[in-house]
Protein backbone atom coordinates (compact mmCIF):
# COMPACT_ATOMS: atom_id res chain seq x y z
CA UNK A 1 0.00 0.00 0.00
CA UNK A 2 1.56 3.98 -0.72
CA UNK A 3 1.62 5.31 2.32
CA UNK A 4 3.45 8.74 0.87
CA UNK A 5 2.78 10.07 -2.28
CA UNK A 6 4.83 13.31 -3.20
CA UNK A 7 3.51 14.79 -6.59
CA UNK A 8 5.81 17.42 -9.10
CA UNK A 9 6.09 19.37 -5.59
CA UNK A 10 8.17 23.21 -6.40
CA UNK A 11 9.01 24.98 -3.85
CA UNK A 12 10.70 28.37 -4.68
CA UNK A 13 11.53 31.02 -1.58
CA UNK A 14 11.61 34.51 -2.66
CA UNK A 15 12.89 37.11 -0.47
CA UNK A 16 11.17 39.43 1.65
CA UNK A 17 11.19 42.12 -0.83
CA UNK A 18 11.10 39.65 -3.64
CA UNK A 19 14.20 40.50 -5.48
CA UNK A 20 16.00 36.78 -5.05
CA UNK A 21 14.07 33.91 -6.05
CA UNK A 22 15.37 30.69 -5.36
CA UNK A 23 13.87 27.76 -6.64
CA UNK A 24 14.75 25.26 -4.14
CA UNK A 25 12.45 21.79 -6.21
CA UNK A 26 11.55 22.12 -9.20
CA UNK A 27 9.33 19.14 -9.70
CA UNK A 28 10.14 16.35 -6.83
CA UNK A 29 7.88 13.09 -7.94
CA UNK A 30 8.25 9.80 -5.84
CA UNK A 31 6.10 7.39 -3.61
CA UNK A 32 7.02 5.11 -0.65
CA UNK A 33 4.74 2.01 0.15
CA UNK A 34 3.93 0.85 3.63
CA UNK A 35 7.13 -0.93 4.93
CA UNK A 36 9.81 0.52 3.27
CA UNK A 37 13.26 2.26 4.46
CA UNK A 38 13.92 4.57 1.84
CA UNK A 39 16.83 7.13 1.98
CA UNK A 40 17.00 10.48 0.25
CA UNK A 41 20.66 11.84 -0.55
CA UNK A 42 22.47 14.83 -2.30
CA UNK A 43 25.01 17.28 -2.25
CA UNK A 44 24.51 20.34 0.17
CA UNK A 45 21.95 22.46 -1.19
CA UNK A 46 19.86 20.34 -3.31
CA UNK A 47 16.79 20.64 -1.56
CA UNK A 48 16.75 17.37 1.01
CA UNK A 49 15.67 19.71 3.96
CA UNK A 50 13.53 22.16 1.93
CA UNK A 51 11.68 18.34 1.28
CA UNK A 52 11.48 17.31 4.15
CA UNK A 53 9.99 20.20 5.74
CA UNK A 54 7.07 20.32 3.34
CA UNK A 55 7.04 16.46 3.74
CA UNK A 56 6.31 17.24 7.92
CA UNK A 57 3.80 19.44 6.96
CA UNK A 58 6.21 22.41 8.41
CA UNK A 59 6.24 24.31 5.06
CA UNK A 60 3.71 24.41 2.40
CA UNK A 61 4.85 23.59 -1.74
CA UNK A 62 4.64 26.10 -3.85
CA UNK A 63 3.01 23.79 -6.50
CA UNK A 64 2.62 19.97 -6.76
CA UNK A 65 0.94 18.15 -3.82
CA UNK A 66 1.87 15.86 -1.09
CA UNK A 67 -0.42 12.99 0.27
CA UNK A 68 0.24 10.91 3.68
CA UNK A 69 -2.28 8.04 3.08
CA UNK A 70 -3.91 9.53 0.82
CA UNK A 71 -4.44 12.59 2.65
CA UNK A 72 -3.99 16.22 1.14
CA UNK A 73 -1.43 17.73 3.64
CA UNK A 74 -2.89 20.87 1.81
CA UNK A 75 -6.53 20.43 2.66
CA UNK A 76 -5.52 20.43 6.76
CA UNK A 77 -6.33 23.51 8.12
CA UNK A 78 -3.35 25.44 9.48
CA UNK A 79 -4.70 25.25 12.90
CA UNK A 80 -4.99 21.52 12.75
CA UNK A 81 -1.40 20.20 11.34
CA UNK A 82 0.20 20.22 15.05
CA UNK A 83 -2.37 17.53 15.87
CA UNK A 84 -1.68 15.87 12.25
CA UNK A 85 1.78 15.57 12.68
CA UNK A 86 1.61 14.10 16.37
CA UNK A 87 -0.77 11.65 15.17
CA UNK A 88 0.89 10.62 11.82
CA UNK A 89 4.47 11.67 11.87
CA UNK A 90 7.91 10.68 14.09
CA UNK A 91 10.17 12.84 13.75
CA UNK A 92 14.48 12.24 14.58
CA UNK A 93 16.70 15.10 13.89
CA UNK A 94 20.77 15.07 14.22
CA UNK A 95 20.77 16.82 17.14
CA UNK A 96 18.35 14.50 19.00
CA UNK A 97 16.02 17.38 20.37
CA UNK A 98 15.41 15.79 23.97
CA UNK A 99 14.31 18.49 26.32
CA UNK A 100 16.68 18.69 29.01
CA UNK A 101 14.81 19.10 32.13
CA UNK A 102 12.47 16.64 31.21
CA UNK A 103 13.70 12.65 32.25
CA UNK A 104 14.15 10.43 29.28
CA UNK A 105 11.08 8.59 30.16
CA UNK A 106 8.57 12.26 30.46
CA UNK A 107 10.59 12.87 27.08
CA UNK A 108 9.40 9.81 25.19
CA UNK A 109 6.19 10.20 26.31
CA UNK A 110 5.66 13.52 25.46
CA UNK A 111 3.31 12.93 22.44
CA UNK A 112 1.24 10.55 24.04
CA UNK A 113 0.18 13.40 27.04
CA UNK A 114 -0.57 15.83 24.03
CA UNK A 115 -2.76 13.91 22.95
CA UNK A 116 -4.33 13.20 26.03
CA UNK A 117 -3.95 9.67 26.65
CA UNK A 118 -4.63 7.95 29.97
CA UNK A 119 -1.34 7.04 32.58
CA UNK A 120 -2.00 3.94 32.18
CA UNK A 121 -2.06 3.85 27.96
CA UNK A 122 1.09 5.10 28.39
CA UNK A 123 3.02 3.16 30.41
CA UNK A 124 1.39 -0.16 28.44
CA UNK A 125 3.23 1.56 25.35
CA UNK A 126 6.45 2.96 27.16
CA UNK A 127 7.39 -0.37 28.37
CA UNK A 128 7.80 -2.60 25.43
CA UNK A 129 8.98 -0.16 23.40
CA UNK A 130 11.76 1.04 25.87
CA UNK A 131 12.63 -2.54 26.29
CA UNK A 132 12.49 -3.12 22.56
CA UNK A 133 15.29 -0.33 21.83
CA UNK A 134 17.01 -1.11 24.88
CA UNK A 135 16.59 1.40 27.34
CA UNK A 136 14.51 0.62 29.73
CA UNK A 137 17.22 0.99 32.59
CA UNK A 138 17.77 4.73 31.49
CA UNK A 139 14.22 5.75 31.78
CA UNK A 140 14.51 8.06 34.75
CA UNK A 141 17.84 9.81 34.10
CA UNK A 142 17.93 13.00 32.65
CA UNK A 143 19.36 13.68 28.90
CA UNK A 144 22.35 14.89 30.22
CA UNK A 145 22.89 12.07 32.14
CA UNK A 146 23.05 9.71 29.46
CA UNK A 147 25.57 9.29 26.13
CA UNK A 148 24.50 10.69 22.66
CA UNK A 149 23.86 7.14 21.42
CA UNK A 150 21.41 6.40 24.58
CA UNK A 151 19.92 10.04 23.41
CA UNK A 152 19.60 8.96 19.98
CA UNK A 153 17.72 6.23 20.90
CA UNK A 154 15.46 7.86 23.79
CA UNK A 155 14.49 10.14 20.37
CA UNK A 156 13.68 6.96 18.25
CA UNK A 157 11.61 6.08 20.62
CA UNK A 158 10.08 9.57 21.07
CA UNK A 159 8.91 9.48 17.37
CA UNK A 160 7.73 6.15 17.80
CA UNK A 161 5.67 6.24 20.69
CA UNK A 162 2.29 7.18 19.14
CA UNK A 163 2.59 4.51 16.10
CA UNK A 164 2.97 6.98 13.58
CA UNK A 165 2.71 6.16 9.61
CA UNK A 166 5.34 7.70 8.57
CA UNK A 167 9.00 8.18 10.69
CA UNK A 168 11.22 10.95 9.15
CA UNK A 169 14.83 11.36 10.00
CA UNK A 170 16.93 14.03 9.72
CA UNK A 171 20.70 13.33 9.41
CA UNK A 172 19.99 10.78 12.86
CA UNK A 173 23.60 10.01 12.64
CA UNK A 174 25.09 13.33 12.10
CA UNK A 175 25.99 13.74 15.88
CA UNK A 176 27.07 10.34 16.88
CA UNK A 177 30.35 8.34 16.94
CA UNK A 178 31.04 5.67 14.85
CA UNK A 179 29.58 2.33 17.26
CA UNK A 180 26.86 4.59 17.88
CA UNK A 181 25.90 5.82 14.54
CA UNK A 182 26.33 1.83 13.81
CA UNK A 183 23.91 0.93 17.01
CA UNK A 184 21.19 3.43 14.97
CA UNK A 185 21.17 1.73 11.97
CA UNK A 186 20.86 -1.66 13.48
CA UNK A 187 17.79 -0.07 15.45
CA UNK A 188 16.76 1.48 12.20
CA UNK A 189 16.99 -2.16 10.69
CA UNK A 190 15.11 -3.34 13.81
CA UNK A 191 11.85 -1.35 13.73
CA UNK A 192 11.37 -1.21 9.62
CA UNK A 193 11.81 -5.21 9.85
CA UNK A 194 8.45 -4.82 12.45
CA UNK A 195 6.65 -3.12 9.82
CA UNK A 196 7.84 1.11 10.95
CA UNK A 197 7.90 2.83 7.07
CA UNK A 198 11.29 5.30 7.49
CA UNK A 199 12.52 8.25 5.08
CA UNK A 200 15.52 9.46 6.40
CA UNK A 201 18.04 12.35 4.70
CA UNK A 202 21.82 11.61 5.34
CA UNK A 203 24.78 12.47 3.93
CA UNK A 204 26.47 9.54 5.27
CA UNK A 205 27.15 6.58 2.67
CA UNK A 206 26.96 4.00 5.43
CA UNK A 207 23.61 5.39 6.74
CA UNK A 208 21.99 5.08 3.60
CA UNK A 209 23.30 1.76 2.60
CA UNK A 210 21.07 -0.15 5.16
CA UNK A 211 18.36 1.50 3.69
CA UNK A 212 15.82 -0.96 1.02
CA UNK A 213 16.00 2.04 -1.70
CA UNK A 214 18.50 5.24 -1.99
CA UNK A 215 16.85 8.37 -3.53
CA UNK A 216 19.83 11.20 -5.37
CA UNK A 217 18.29 14.61 -5.39
CA UNK A 218 19.85 17.25 -7.26
CA UNK A 219 19.13 20.53 -7.95
CA UNK A 220 15.55 20.13 -6.79
CA UNK A 221 14.46 17.02 -8.76
CA UNK A 222 14.85 13.51 -7.81
CA UNK A 223 17.94 12.78 -10.34
CA UNK A 224 18.42 8.63 -9.43
CA UNK A 225 17.26 6.04 -7.37
CA UNK A 226 18.32 2.75 -6.58
CA UNK A 227 16.75 -0.57 -5.24
CA UNK A 228 18.51 -2.71 -2.80
CA UNK A 229 17.19 -5.80 -4.77
CA UNK A 230 19.58 -8.34 -3.57
CA UNK A 231 22.37 -6.26 -2.73
CA UNK A 232 24.37 -7.07 0.35
CA UNK A 233 25.12 -3.66 2.80
CA UNK A 234 28.70 -3.61 1.13
CA UNK A 235 27.27 -4.03 -2.48
CA UNK A 236 24.56 -0.82 -1.84
CA UNK A 237 27.44 1.02 -0.23
CA UNK A 238 29.48 0.41 -3.57
CA UNK A 239 26.42 1.37 -5.25
CA UNK A 240 26.05 4.89 -3.69
CA UNK A 241 29.51 5.90 -3.64
CA UNK A 242 29.90 5.60 -7.80
CA UNK A 243 26.80 7.36 -8.15
CA UNK A 244 27.50 10.85 -5.63
CA UNK A 245 30.97 10.59 -7.72
CA UNK A 246 28.66 10.42 -11.22
CA UNK A 247 26.47 13.61 -8.97
CA UNK A 248 29.70 15.04 -8.02
CA UNK A 249 31.87 14.61 -11.70
CA UNK A 250 29.25 14.32 -14.04
CA UNK A 251 30.66 11.48 -15.00
CA UNK A 252 30.51 7.33 -14.26
CA UNK A 253 33.08 5.89 -12.01
CA UNK A 254 35.58 3.71 -13.61
N1 LIG B 1 14.30 29.89 3.91
C1 LIG B 1 14.99 29.99 2.78
N2 LIG B 1 15.00 31.14 2.06
C2 LIG B 1 15.68 31.22 0.90
N3 LIG B 1 16.37 30.22 0.34
C3 LIG B 1 16.41 29.05 1.00
C4 LIG B 1 15.74 28.86 2.26
N4 LIG B 1 15.97 27.58 2.67
C5 LIG B 1 16.74 27.01 1.73
N5 LIG B 1 17.01 27.87 0.73
C6 LIG B 1 17.79 27.59 -0.49
O1 LIG B 1 17.18 26.48 -1.14
C7 LIG B 1 18.15 25.59 -1.67
C8 LIG B 1 17.96 24.19 -1.06
O2 LIG B 1 18.28 24.24 0.32
P1 LIG B 1 18.10 23.01 1.33
O3 LIG B 1 18.41 23.52 2.70
O4 LIG B 1 16.79 22.39 1.11
O5 LIG B 1 19.24 22.03 0.82
P2 LIG B 1 19.86 20.72 1.51
O6 LIG B 1 19.99 19.73 0.42
O7 LIG B 1 19.07 20.35 2.70
O8 LIG B 1 21.28 21.22 1.99
P3 LIG B 1 22.18 20.70 3.24
O9 LIG B 1 22.58 19.30 2.89
O10 LIG B 1 23.33 21.65 3.24
O11 LIG B 1 21.34 20.78 4.47
C9 LIG B 1 19.51 26.22 -1.36
O12 LIG B 1 19.90 26.95 -2.50
C10 LIG B 1 19.23 27.13 -0.19
O13 LIG B 1 20.12 28.21 -0.17
Known sequence: MEILK?????KTYTSRFGGNRVQALKGVTFSVQEGEYVAIMGESGSGKTTLLNILAALDRP?????????????T????????????????VFQEFNLL??????DNILLPLVLAGKGVQQMQQTLLPLARSLGIEDILHKFPYEVSGGQKQRAAVARAMIAGPK???ADEPTGALDSASSADLLRM???VNGQGQTILMVTHSVDAAS?????????????FHQIYRGECSDQQLYKKISDTLTMLRTGRDAE
Open 188 to 190: FEK
Open 100 to 105: DTFSIE
Open 210 to 222: HAGRVLFIRDGVV
Open 6 to 10: VNEVK
Open 166 to 168: LLL
Open 76 to 91: IPEGDLAAFRRDNLGF
Open 62 to 74: TAGEVLLSGKNLE
